[in-house]
């Protein structure tokens, strides 16, 4: 008792005329990750979203990089939220809320989760630069917008401090990471029960 067994995996494929996206994710995973999405910036901030939320990621997508990542990043977040919200079903037994503080040097950030099934972001994270290396800075907010939405997520970031922009934003990344994980977490006093006074996350 008190065990889920029902496996929490999805799988989501999206085809635009912009982007083809083929995403699967395992909730409980062990930080498996093959991910090529062409943009090497967002290949690594992806392989920390499933290093340390330990959701196996297995990711692969095209799309029109010679107009510039914007689509390819967003229609990713598009994807991997709609996977992780297919995967957790409906949601019985969740920890359902989850913050963290995470440091990285000299740059500190937090995020904030209530695993809710209403989507929406709160996003306090300013770059001093537009871009790192070729990766545009406005795309890292693009990419958890989506994730937010499609994952059925309430999702607070905020970098309280931090000068390095790549630390800025991959602290961004691995903060939502390690309070996605609690949050998913089942919780074995109310594994069968869904963490909700109305009986649903909705």
């Not at 290949?43 to 979203?49: E, I, W």
């Not at 907010?141 to 999702?155: D, S, W």
Request: proline share 2%; with cysteine.
């Amino acid at each position: 008792m008190g065990e889920t067994t029902t496996a929490r995996v999805g799988n989501i494929v999206r085809k635009t005329n912009e982007t083809s996206v083929s995403v699967s994710v395992n909730l409980d995973g062990t930080a498996a990750a093959r991910i090529s999405t062409g943009v090497g910036f967002f290949d690594h901030m992806l392989d920390q979203l499933s290093r340390h939320s330990l959701i196996d990621m297995d990711i692969e997508v095209t799309g029109d990089l010679h107009i510039d990542d914007h689509h390819t990043v967003e229609d990713t977040g598009i994807a991997i939220g709609q996977a992780i919200s297919k995967a957790l079903g409906d949601r019985r037994g969740i920890n359902r809320y989850a913050s963290l503080d995470l440091a990285m040097d000299e740059t500190m950030t937090k995020a904030a989760i209530d695993v809710s099934g209403r989507p929406f972001l709160v996003w306090n994270v300013a770059f001093s630069a537009p871009k790192i290396g070729t990766f545009d800075t406005e795309l890292v907010r693009e990419f958890f917008q989506a994730l937010a939405q499609n994952a059925g997520i309430t999702l607070h970031v905020l970098n309280h401090y931090g000068a390095n922009n790549h630390h800025i934003a991959e602290t961004c990344f691995k903060a939502v990471a390690r309070a996605l994980r609690a949050a998913i977490e089942i919780d074995p006093r109310q594994a069968n029960r869904v963490p909700s006074t109305k009986g649903m996350l909705v």
